[in-house]
Structures are given as C-alpha cells and as structure tokens.
C-alpha cells in the first residue's frame, strides 16, 4: 500500500534551518511528482513547491523561493524539504503528499510534521 | 499569488445540501481544468475528494460533485451528514508546476 511516512516534529530557533524527509513506499517513486504543503496553527494550506523526483528539478511558491529547497535520494525514496533562516511564522505543520505525473492534484499526503520556530 | 476565495463557513441540517464556491482568475480557475477539493478533519491530513474539476476518486461518496464556471469552482456536498462536518480546500494548478489553495471553508452539520 502507498504510505509517505515523514520525519519527526522539531523544535528550532529563529535564524536556523530545518530539514525535513518524506520517505515513500508502495508504489514506484519517480512516477510521481512530490508537492509540500504546510499549515500554520489554526491557518489554511498552503502550497510551498514541488520536485520531480526523476530530474530533481523543483519549482517553488513566490512566497518561498530562497529560502526553501526540495530535494531527493532516489536510492532511499526520500524527499526532503529544507527551510532556512526560521521565524516564528515559519510554526506549522508540514505536508508531503503526491501526484500522479502531471495529473494535478495530490492523492496520498503523509502525516505531517510540525515544525515549531521558537526562542 | 493570492490565495483562492472561499466562504470562511457553510453549514447546512442533515440531508441538505450545501455548496462551497472558490473563486479565482482566469490565470488559475478559469484558465486551467485542473481544479481539486480536499477535505481535512482536525488534526489530520487532507484527502483529496474531486479532481480535475468533476472527477472523483474511488472510494469517496457520490455524494460529493464539482463544477466550474468561468472563474468559480464549486464543491457541493449532497443528503449532508454528520461525518462531512470538516474543512474543505480548493486548488487550482496556476502556472510553471505552481499551484494555489484556496482560503479554506468549515462546513458544520447543524
């Protein structure tokens, strides 16, 4: 069965950086895109970028280009997400979650991982 | 990017029928048929429930229909029940492999 388990909730302080993984199982990894997708307390989703696991090649949300980099091991079927330079309203819970190769939308999403920015 | 328009609530009584509305541009909603719903109970990640506008996935209720209008999407939700009580998202593909998601919508089952 398709499972996108992710790394564990972490704790940082402003400036640091954070990076976290997205291990998929059950199905052929670089068939499908990874998107991620974070959701601050109480706040909606939002959608931060995407990567082709197959080229590595990624494309970000406006709002994250600099600071966010996606990449892949393909040797491990893991997608990793790393932000940098942290603030406070960087405090969310972090989503992975596929797509079927041009299809457009997101069919299985890992659990999450909260990410807490705090002094 | 903005973020895509949704009502903040909907609510409706058991059996009802409700509709959600995301409203966009024509540089996402109305230029793309590339339209997805998700919903999301607290505390855990959404789940996709209408894709490319229409479509749905196996295994989620007939219940559940989308459409589209120029630059509006809708999600309507049919003989509403108390397990549909959630927040639902609307997306759209945008341009370049981006994407944007809408505000997000409560949907309360009175």
């Known amino acids: 069965q398709v499972q996108l388990v992710q790394s564990g909730a972490e704790v940082k302080k402003p400036g640091a950086s954070v990076k976290v993984s997205c291990r998929a199982s059950?199905?052929?990894?670089?068939?499908?895109?990874m998107h991620w997708v974070r959701q601050a307390p109480g706040q909606g989703l939002e959608w931060m970028g995407i990567?082709?696991?197959?080229?590595?090649?990624?494309s970000y949300a406006q709002k994250f280009q600099g600071r966010v980099t996606m990449t892949r091991d393909t040797s491990t079927s893991t997608v990793y997400m790393e932000v940098s330079s942290l603030r406070s309203e960087d405090t969310a819970v972090y989503y992975c979650?596929?797509?079927?190769?041009?299809?457009?939308?997101?069919?299985?999403w890992g659990q999450g991982t909260l990410v807490t920015v705090s002094s | 990017q903005s973020a895509l328009t949704q009502p903040a609530s909907v609510s409706g009584s058991p059996g009802q029928s409700i509709t959600i509305s995301c409203t966009g541009t024509s540089s996402d909603i109305g230029g793309y048929n590339s339209v997805s719903w998700y919903q999301q109970h607290p505390g855990k990640a959404p789940k996709l429930m209408i894709y490319d506008v229409s479509n749905r996935p196996s295994g989620v209720s007939i219940r559940f229909s989308g459409s589209k209008s120029g630059n509006t999407a809708s999600l309507t939700i049919s003989g509403l029940q108390a397990e549909d009580e959630a927040d639902y998202y609307c997306?759209?593909?945008?341009?370049?492999?981006?994407?944007?998601f809408g505000t997000g919508t409560k949907v309360t089952v009175l």
């Open positions: 979650a596929r797509e079927d190769r041009g299809t457009y939308h997101l069919d299985y």
């Open positions: 059950g199905y052929t990894f670089t068939n499908y895109y």
């Open positions: 997306t759209s593909y945008i341009s370049s492999g981006t994407y944007v």
């Open positions: 990567i082709n696991p197959t080229s590595s090649s990624t």
